[in-house]
């Protein structure tokens, strides 16, 4: 079940920074937000990290040839996702918050990354301009391949992967 807390702090977070149209520009919210944001060839071992200790918040992203542009919005917004919803947790007894977006994040294994990947997904895509977008595409059946080409259509409209766009069409009752 979706958790409507993840629902209400995206929705809060667009609302506040003014990002309310498409493609919902993540570093301006990260940015709104008092998030420092680093971008960086960290090679191919993470796609990227968030920190947080002592009141500093920081954001980090694989910006290497090999992470599209639309995998590096979705890891900004996981990341995000993590500085606001698990700010409380500790990795080490500094009490600073140091998680990674690596293969494990994807993988459906960690409570705390299927909030952080659902927060991600709320954020750049939500719910009330997905369906107004639908409206336009027509009808979709993840099933069929013909669906193929809308749902790449809607991904480039809300820059993110078909991949991420299908996974969060199939999140939604009656699309």
Do not use: C
């Not at 809060?12 to 498409?22: D, F, G, N, T, V």
């Not at 997904?121 to 027509?138: D, F, Q, T």
């Amino acid at each position: 079940m979706i958790s409507q807390r993840i629902i209400d702090l995206a929705n809060e977070l667009r609302l506040s920074s003014q990002e309310l149209e498409l493609p919902i520009d993540v570093e301006k919210i990260i940015h709104f937000s008092g998030i420092e944001l680093l971008k960086s060839d960290f090679k191919d071992e993470l796609s990227g990290f968030s920190f947080q200790k002592n009141g500093r918040r920081l954001i980090g992203v694989n910006n290497n040839s090999a992470e599209s542009i639309n995998r590096q919005r979705f890891t900004l917004a996981h990341e995000l996702g993590h500085i606001f919803l698990h700010s409380n947790d500790t990795v080490n007894y500094q009490k600073s918050v140091l998680l990674f977006r690596d293969g494990h994040s994807s993988d459906g294994s960690d409570p705390k990354e299927r909030e952080a990947n659902r927060f991600a997904a709320e954020l750049l895509m939500p719910e009330s301009l997905l369906r107004a977008e639908l409206e336009k595409v027509g009808s979709i059946d993840l099933l069929n391949e013909n669906s193929q080409k809308k749902i790449s259509t809607l991904a480039a409209k809300f820059q993110v992967s078909p991949q991420a766009m299908s996974v969060r069409l199939a999140s939604l009752s009656n699309f």
